[in-house]
Structure formats: structure tokens, C-alpha cells
């Protein structure tokens, strides 16, 4: 657990959202009146892990994505984490902006805490993935092959004896596929050769990923924290062919963050770092269960999923410098809110 103080009236909101039975994955129950769209179809919802998406029609050529409370991992749905679809989206939204300048992204407007209005854009088959330190728990991470011999990972040569939560030499660009069974780990010359992106889109996401990344932890060593690794999506305008940034960016979903301050202390007594992101969740199903194979996985404890939400919405707090909004997000105003978009 974050040894971090803790905002006591943050964690009572949490609890009673979790503890209502009438609790809802905010975003999953969007009800359209037809009648509000002048007797045209509603968008049709097409489910993600974590977020719903609704396309806006040919005619704009936007969506409307909707960032919902359910927890991923594994591959799996984990838990529903109160609030976390709100957190998810406005960190998002704060990346996108303040790294505009490096690379274009696919954000037009936030209309709603849960909803992205974005450009449509034919996603790349690939995941960037970019990492500064030697962790991780899935089958994919940089530790995990490492501690199963493997020493020339996405074709970066790494050398013996380096330990677990140790910072690399240099941060590294190890990109993944996206395949239907599992991704895996690939190679720039792999990802060329295969055929999954030519040289030219490559090297523009590569480029613009170590960017972002490094804008990204620059930002979060300003505010004490450690962005330790983390994965970006690209994908090409349909309308301009424009190469955008876009899904998430430096998310607690999508990246890992460690506490600055005791990071360098907690390593030198053998103790995993200070963290704020869902690792602390994913190591739980680890020990637990199979979560790759079990039929069925365990239910998230109580007290995880609770400490969880508190994490990302200090997370959310600490990078923003905004105070989180507790106010309900209301499923009414997430469909009014594509609507009112389409």
C-alpha cells in the first residue's frame, strides 16, 4: 500500500460509491431516447476493455468514447473501481494537451468527465511501449523475460545481473503487437519485416512516443513522482491522414508511477517502490489465482478496489494540480453529452 497521506473524506466518498447497491459501471447503462436524434439511430455502442465506443456517424467523422469503471489486467476484467472512468479520461485529456505540440492527437473536446469527443482514426496494430526501469508482473513486461533468460528483448541487448525495479541505462522503446489471442513482444525490424507498419509510420510514433514519454516524465518528476513506464496508441486520420496520438496517455491504466522521494531508500532495503497505479491489484490476482487461465478469477477485496480509486484519484490530484470532482456522473449525461455531439 502508498504509505502516502491520505485524504480521509476522499476515501468515505469512495466506500459509499462501492458499497451502493445500486452501484453501476459508470458508462455501460447509456440509455438513447430516439427521439432526441429525430428518429435517426442512436450510435451503436461497440465494448472495450475499459472504454464503449459510439460512432458519430460519416458525416462528422468523430466518435465518442466513454471511459467506464471497469479495471483490466491480464487480459481480464479485474473489478470496478468507483470513479476510475472519470480519472482515466480527464488525465487523459490533461496529457493530450499539454504534449499537443510534439505530436498531434485525436481529442477534440470533453463534454462530460467520462466522454472524448476524438477524431476517427485507423488505429495501428501496434502498442508503443516505452520503459526506463527493469519491473513488471505480466508475461510481456521487461522483468518477467528477464528473469526467464531473456537478455535481447524488442531488440534491445540487456546485460546480466541487473534486478528487479533497477533503471535501465537508457529508456527503451519495446513495442508489442496487438493479436487477438495475446500480444507479444516485437522487434522495430520485426514490426517492418512482418509487415505490421511500414519503416516511415514507425520511425513518426517511435519518435513521438520517446517524446511523450520524456515530456511525461518530466512533468511527474516535478511533482515527485516517477513515470516508470508506459504505452501509447497511434492511428491515421481517416479524413487529412494525419499520424495522431490516441486511446489514452500517461494514465494510471496504461503507465506505472512510483513515489520520487522513497523510491531510491525502499530499493536499497530490498522493498518494491511506492506506487501509484493498479500493480499493487494485478500482483493480488497473481498470488491468488492463474489469471491468464482460471475459468473463473477471484473477486477483488474490498479494501484494494477502495485503495485502488483513492490511488488514481491522488494521482489524478497530484499531476493536474486540479481538485477532483465527487459530483455524479449521471448516465442520463453521458448519453446527452454524445448526443448533443452527433
Not at 460519416?58 to 473501481?81: E, H, I, K, Y
Not at 528477464?146 to 540487456?158: E, F, K, M, P, S
Not at 522503446?173 to 493479436?179: A, D, G, Q, V
Amino acid at each position: 500500500m502508498s504509505d502516502a497521506p491520505k485524504n480521509e473524506s476522499h476515501v468515505i466518498k469512495i466506500s459509499s460509491a462501492y458499497d451502493d447497491p445500486g452501484q453501476i459501471i459508470t458508462g455501460s447503462d447509456v440509455v438513447f431516447d430516439v427521439a432526441d436524434f429525430g428518429g435517426i439511430t442512436p450510435p451503436s455502442r461497440a465494448i472495450g476493455k475499459v472504454r464503449d465506443r459510439y460512432d458519430l456517424g460519416p458525416s462528422n467523422n468523430r466518435l465518442a468514447l466513454v471511459t467506464t469503471d471497469r479495471q483490466s489486467g491480464f487480459d481480464r476484467m479485474l473489478a470496478l473501481v468507483p470513479f476510475k472512468g472519470r480519472v482515466l479520461n480527464l488525465t487523459s485529456a490533461y496529457w493530450f494537451d499539454v504534449t499537443g505540440d510534439i505530436i498531434p492527437n485525436h481529442l477534440i473536446s470533453v463534454p462530460h468527465p467520462n466522454v472524448s469527443i476524438v477524431r476517427k482514426c485507423a488505429p495501428f496494430p501496434i502498442e508503443f511501449v516505452v520503459r526506463s526501469y527493469m519491473t513488471g508482473s505480466t508475461s510481456t513486461s521487461i522483468w518477467k523475460n528477464y528473469q526467464d533468460g531473456i537478455r535481447t528483448y524488442c531488440g534491445h541487448v540487456l546485460p546480466d545481473g541487473m534486478t528487479k525495479n533497477q533503471r535501465l541505462e537508457n529508456t527503451i522503446l519495446t513495442p508489442t503487437t496487438k493479436e487477438e489471442e495475446h500480444d507479444r513482444p516485437i522487434s522495430a525490424s520485426e514490426i517492418v519485416n512482418e509487415g505490421w507498419m511500414t519503416r516511415e509510420d514507425f520511425d513518426v510514433c517511435a519518435e513521438a512516443a520517446l517524446a511523450v514519454f520524456a515530456r511525461g516524465q518530466e512533468i511527474a518528476a516535478r511533482r515527485g513522482l516517477i513515470l516508470v513506464d508506459t504505452k501509447y496508441e497511434f492511428g491515421r486520420d481517416v479524413v487529412d491522414g494525419t499520424i495522431r496520438l490516441i486511446d489514452e496517455v500517461n494514465t494510471p491504466d496504461s503507465s506505472r508511477y512510483w513515489i520520487a522521494a522513497t523510491y531510491a531508500d525502499r530499493i536499497s532495503a530490498g522493498m518494491e517502490p511506492e506506487n501509484i497505479d493498479k500493480e499493487f491489484l494485478r500482483l493480488w490476482f497473481r498470488d491468488n489465482c492463474d489469471p491468464y487461465n482460471d475459468e473463473v478469477l477471484p473477486d477483488a477485496p474490498r479494501d484494494l478496489v477502495i485503495e485502488l480509486a483513492r490511488r488514481y484519484i491522488v494521482l489524478y490530484e497530484t499531476i493536474t494540480g486540479r481538485e477532483f470532482d465527487f459530483s455524479d456522473g449521471a448516465e442520463g449525461d453521458i448519453a446527452r453529452a454524445i448526443r448533443e455531439n452527433a
